[in-house]
């Protein structure tokens, strides 16, 4: 019984201790004041571009060894609908950009070049997308930090004009808590978007690399005579 007792005074405290430190937590970021608000919601704004533009990065990787090699067959049998029907059931950057190429073949190479550069740069613009918030935030939000940091020691500094310079620590412990909050969550906020944002560039390079490569390969390909046509040279020779 003293047992249960003890154990019931024991989860009592700890959960006493856990709202007091949630509510600490919660007061310690009210006292930077109104420019909380808008670090709030670039924080929340910086969370989704980058879980977004994670997400779609990964989704759009694909095995391109594999993806070219079963295109060249299907074009070296001269089953262009195939290849098409193909690019259509894989919904990834190369094969949106293959599948323009394709839809140009039997016209000269230059084209077919100009289309998969104009899908290209159709894809490479979906890649970036919204990478320019994720790098407004990563500079914006050190500024509205920098911001709190003004307005606070001006408030400290009217406190000390309004009560004639006798004051104590207490007095400017308001202006003081406004600066050095928001100051710390600005800066948090924008080194946090300004990691992620360079890590989700570099991604966005190495994948345009590999769209770039995979399209000259492609090109290459289609500029390399099928073993038919050649056997028909050789017999017509």
């Known amino acids: 019984m003293i047992l249960q007792q003890a154990d ?13 430190e949630s509510m600490s937590i919660l007061g310690l970021l009210a006292e930077g004041g109104i420019l909380m ?20 990065l990964n989704n759009s990787r694909m095995e391109i060894d594999g993806f070219l090699r079963t295109i060249e067959g299907m074009l070296k049998d001269g089953d262009r609908q195939r290849a098409l029907t193909y690019c259509d ?24 070049e100009d289309a998969i550069r104009n899908a290209g740069k159709k894809e490479i613009f979906h890649l970036e997308k919204r990478m320019n918030w994720l790098a407004t ?14 307005t606070g020691m001006i408030e400290a500094f009217m406190d000390i004009q309004s009560l004639q310079g006798n004051v104590n620590p207490s007095v400017l412990a308001g202006g003081i808590w406004e600066a050095l909050i928001t100051t710390a969550t600005g ?14 560039l570099g991604k966005i390079n190495r994948m345009i690399h590999e769209l770039e490569n995979a399209s000259a390969d492609f090109v290459d390909l289609l500029q390399t005579p099928s073993a ?8 017509v020779a």
């Open 89 to 112: 059931g894989i919904d990834k950057p190369l094969a949106r950009i293959l599948k323009a190429g394709i839809r140009r073949l039997g016209r000269p190479i230059r084209d077919i």
């Open 37 to 56: 608000i808008p670090l709030f919601l670039l924080s929340l704004l910086a969370v989704y571009v980058i879980a977004e533009r994670w997400r779609s």
């Open 8 to 20: 019931t005074v024991a989860a009592d405290t700890l959960s006493l201790a856990a709202q007091d």
């Open 228 to 235: 038919k046509k050649a056997k028909q040279r050789e017999e």
């Open 187 to 200: 800066l948090i906020v924008g080194i946090i978007a300004y990691g992620f944002y360079n890590f989700l």
């Open 137 to 150: 935030i990563a500079g914006v939000a050190p500024l509205i930090g920098f911001t709190g940091t003004v």
